[in-house]
């Protein structure tokens, strides 16, 4: 049975009743890394284009407001129907890059060099964990599985709590200090974000090995990603708290 993993965007019913297709239409590890790749290059570009009109003055706010709202919307529609992983995971992409460059571009007008300094932690990150996946050095146990599971969804509220709250002007204490408590429970959520890399890892090896269908592969890219792009806003967050106190 493929097991939980802690990316909302990846359960276990989306691999139901897909043992049925050829082996030229089944989803494979290699197809999945090709469209991870075009989805990040899509990412990528979108958000330098962004970062670019952000500092040549120009006003950014509705790509910020598209990239947010119509990112969200697809995320949804992507993750109850992953059929439409092929066409829709790359206008995602684009959406969340707008979002993410003009958010990067904000963040380094204030503490310059910051938005470089996330993406290299992220990407050692990222690599560091899949070593460790493919070495065993980590194993994502059933026992495991659920702390990450329980853990990203406790953390899901505690954010829909201060969003919620954030609109009646009530601040969740700590959770945006610089200070050392502040500071504590972001590194504390950079970990947990981290760690469903490997849960993502793992459910999709297991997709591969059931044989789920050619889809499933830009929909396991589309969940890699958002687990990526949760890391290196934690990662930014982070890192601003530190230079806040500098």
């Not at 049975?1 to 049925?20: C, V, W, Y």
Request: charged content about 15%; glycine content about 10%; hydrophobic content about 50%.
């Amino acid at each position: 049975m493929i097991g939980r993993s802690g990316n909302p965007t990846l359960n276990e019913k989306t691999f139901e009743k897909t043992n049925n297709y050829s082996s030229t239409n089944r989803m494979t590890i290699n197809g999945t890394v090709n469209k991870a790749f075009i989805t990040l290059a899509i990412l990528l570009g979108a958000a330098f284009a962004t970062w670019s009109m952000y500092f040549d003055g120009r006003n950014v706010l509705p790509f910020v407001v598209a990239g947010a709202l119509g990112g969200f919307i697809l995320a949804l529609v992507i993750s109850f129907k992953p059929t439409t992983a092929p066409f829709l995971v790359p206008i995602y992409a684009a959406l969340e890059g707008c979002f993410l460059g003009a958010l990067s571009a904000g963040y380094e007008t204030k503490y310059h060099g910051i938005t470089l300094q996330a993406a290299l932690i992220t990407m050692c990150v990222f690599f560091a964990l899949l070593v460790a996946y493919k070495t065993r050095l980590i194993r994502a146990t059933e026992n495991f599985k659920l702390g990450i599971f329980a853990a990203t969804g406790g953390i899901a509220l505690v954010y829909l709590v201060s969003m919620v709250l954030g609109m009646f002007g009530v601040t969740v204490p700590y959770l945006h200090d610089s200070t050392p408590l502040g500071i504590g429970i972001s590194l504390v959520i950079v970990v947990i974000a981290a760690l469903n890399l490997v849960l993502d890892f793992d459910f999709i090896e297991q997709g591969a090995d059931r044989g789920a269908p050619k889809y499933m592969e830009w929909y396991g890219a589309f969940g890699l990603m958002v687990t990526l792009v949760w890391l290196y806003i934690e990662i930014l967050r982070l890192l601003a708290k530190l230079r806040s106190r500098d």
